[in-house]
């Protein structure tokens, strides 16, 4: 079980901002030193996912950077470097969010919102400066997740707390596909910073799966839609033979396992070490999601050499360069044809793997932070 952090602020670290000669102004703002965010879940999670990744990544490089971070969370709240607090359960803690801010938080130098569908509205409450992490719109998703009068409220709501009530802050999306969905609502590209997701370097690789085998990876519910992916292994199987793999676990695994025919295989969750070792073993990595932000786990086989097959959705076009590093379909057809061209083309598989591992290296944690880092700079002058 994970271990619940106590509310004690740490020690101040010590700040020394940096000196410029009287002459030459800097060339970027102070970095706030006191930094608070604001998710609906910390890393630990049973439910965490990309979006739980990134931000742990992002506070732990602020933290190595001499930053004082604070993550106010709902549900379970693992110990870090970093401080964590659990602020309620997993949709009480939206209402509590305030109290828990003034309680545990205090002031800082900027409050970063991280946006993923019910917001926050920090502006609303927060006096100071903040910044809007967002990973994606949920513009499909409400629909797929909530009945009618449900889901129009919760888009409703989403939509005005990014154009209303963060008119004043800056926001950071995590791809380009994000950009442009924030513009889609109206906001001024001016007003946006783009911060891609890194991946770990991942060491000497495994061997790859002398088998035909597929690897799916994240977790089970609704949106990822490993429902069409069972589906489409039925007509996948005869032509490739080989194994199924599915990674990750969720409120519609026992409906999902049971649907699965011969050859798949269910993991649950599994170690990092396990992981690793499933993503170089992998022939494919397919990620049939609806809608991502980025497509973490794409850049994670990336690394690995291990090429992937998606549907050409906003994330996903940031992630696969298609035709380059895997492949973008259009419909079922086209994705259970790409399927079976990677499988018995090892040729163009391998060429595709070496793609992705080029440009995996490309995306780097370290320039995530630094990225990260510029834009909290920014947005903390922004209200002083």
Known sequence: MPQHVPPTLRAPLPHNPPQYPQSDPPADPPHPRRIVFLARRDL????????????????????????????????PAALRDYRVVSAGGDAGHFLRARRAFDRHAGDCDLLVEV?????????????????????HVHTD????RFPGPAA????????????????????????PSTVDALQDLGIPRERIRLVHNGVEEPGPLAPTSPD????????????????????????????????????????????LEALAGPGVTFTGRVSEAEKHRLLCAAWVLL?????????????????????????????????????????LARGESSFAAAWCTLALSPERREALGRAAGQRAADFRWGATVRQFRAAAAEAAMQRK
């Open 287 to 327: 990620h049939p999601s609806l809608v991502e932000g980025w497509g973490l786990v794409v850049t994670e086989a990336a690394a690995r050499s291990t090429p992937a097959i998606g549907f050409d959705i906003p994330g996903l076009r940031d992630s696969i360069d298609d035709g380059v590093t895997g492949l």
């Open 115 to 135: 946006c993923n569908g019910m917001p926050y509205l920090a502006p609303l409450w927060h006096r100071g400066p903040t910044l809007c992490l967002v990973n």
């Open 44 to 75: 630990g999670n049973p439910a965490a996912g990309g979006s739980e990744l990134l931000v742990d990544r992002i506070a732990d490089g602020l933290t190595t950077h001499g930053h004082q971070v604070t993550l106010l969370c709902g549900g």
């Open 212 to 255: 035909p085998l597929f690897l799916a990876v994240g977790r089970l519910v609704e949106y990822k839609r490993i429902e069409l992916l069972l589906r489409l292994w039925e007509r996948v199987r005869p032509v490739t033979g080989g194994r199924l793999v599915i990674v990750g676990d969720g409120p519609e695994r026992s409906r």
């Open 141 to 144: 998703i409400w629909r797929e």
């Open 152 to 175: 129009r409220l919760g888009r409703k709501l989403e939509h005005w707390a990014l154009t209303r009530a963060h008119s004043g802050s800056l926001l950071v999306a995590v791809s």
